[in-house]
């Protein structure tokens, strides 16, 4: 019988090494861009933050001056992923005509983006951040993903979107508030936490 559960034993203890190695892509680093705002910055160390603690992959945040060079730098895989806002997308990045209802704003990005740049869209965050970026159309914020780090990290997507919904008008708000002291990666900690993310 020993001698049956000690092979046994090994084994399970391989699957589960490699099913993890699979979940955190041992020694490769996911970076992320940021566009320099404070809102920006939160929800960028929020998502930095949730990869680094549930697979224990590398996480490095890249400062841009706007949508556009964080946008450039995805299409040049120099990073893997940025929040961008459906109404900037739309209208600025995709050079598109505006819509008006959300949802559809959304679907729209969302199927140009991943057939004519193999980008990916992933769940919004829970809030429209029109009147701070100063548009006339919906902008909600979501997670922009290059397809080929989807690929090589199979469970990224599905723990991103595990954010989908949870940010809403005054947690944002509150929270661009505590990280104007400069704290953003403390903020975004208490965050995960709270919502127990992490």
Same mark, same amino acid.
């Given at each position: 019988?020993?001698?049956?559960?000690?092979?046994?034993?090994?084994?399970?203890?391989?699957?589960?090494?490699?099913?993890?190695?699979?979940?955190?892509?041992?020694?490769?680093?996911?970076?992320?861009?940021?566009?320099?705002?404070?809102?920006?910055?939160?929800?960028?160390?929020?998502?930095?933050?949730?990869?680094?603690?549930?697979?224990?992959?590398?996480?490095?945040?890249?400062?841009?001056?706007?949508?556009?060079?964080?946008?450039?730098?995805?299409?040049?895989?120099?990073?893997?992923?940025?929040?961008?806002?459906?109404?900037?997308? +739309?209208?600025?990045?995709?050079?598109?005509?505006?819509?008006?209802?959300?949802?559809?704003?959304?679907?729209?990005?969302?199927?140009?983006?991943?057939?004519?740049?193999?980008?990916?869209?992933?769940?919004?965050?829970?809030?429209?951040?029109? +009147?701070?970026?100063?548009?006339?159309?919906?902008?909600?914020?979501?997670?922009?993903?290059?397809?080929?780090?989807?690929?090589?990290?199979?469970?990224?997507?599905?723990?991103?979107?595990?954010?989908?919904?949870?940010?809403?008008?005054?947690?944002?708000?509150?929270?661009?508030?505590?990280?104007?002291?400069?704290?953003?990666?403390?903020?975004?900690?208490?965050?995960?936490?709270?919502?127990?993310?992490?």
């Amino acid at each position: 019988m020993k001698k049956v559960m000690q092979p046994l034993f090994i084994l399970l203890l391989l699957l589960f090494c490699l099913s993890s190695a699979s979940l955190a892509c041992v020694g490769k680093t996911i970076e992320i861009g940021t566009t320099g705002s404070i809102q920006q910055e939160v929800l960028a160390n929020i998502i930095g933050e949730l990869i680094s603690e549930r697979t224990g992959t590398s996480v490095k945040l890249i400062a841009f001056n706007s949508n556009d060079e964080a946008h450039a730098a995805l299409l040049k895989a120099d990073i893997d992923m940025y929040v961008e806002y459906t109404g900037v997308g +739309q209208t600025v990045i995709l050079q598109a005509q505006p819509l008006t209802d959300a949802a559809e704003l959304y679907a729209a990005v969302k199927e140009r983006y991943n057939q004519e740049m193999n980008l990916i869209w992933l769940m919004p965050f829970g809030f429209d951040a029109a +009147q701070g970026l100063g548009v006339a159309l919906p902008a909600e914020a979501a997670p922009v993903v290059r397809k080929d780090t989807l690929k090589k990290f199979p469970a990224l997507a599905r723990l991103i979107n595990k954010l989908g919904g949870k940010i809403d008008q005054n947690t944002i708000a509150s929270l661009e508030t505590e990280a104007s002291a400069g704290q953003s990666k403390q903020v975004a900690r208490g965050f995960l936490k709270k919502n127990r993310l992490i």
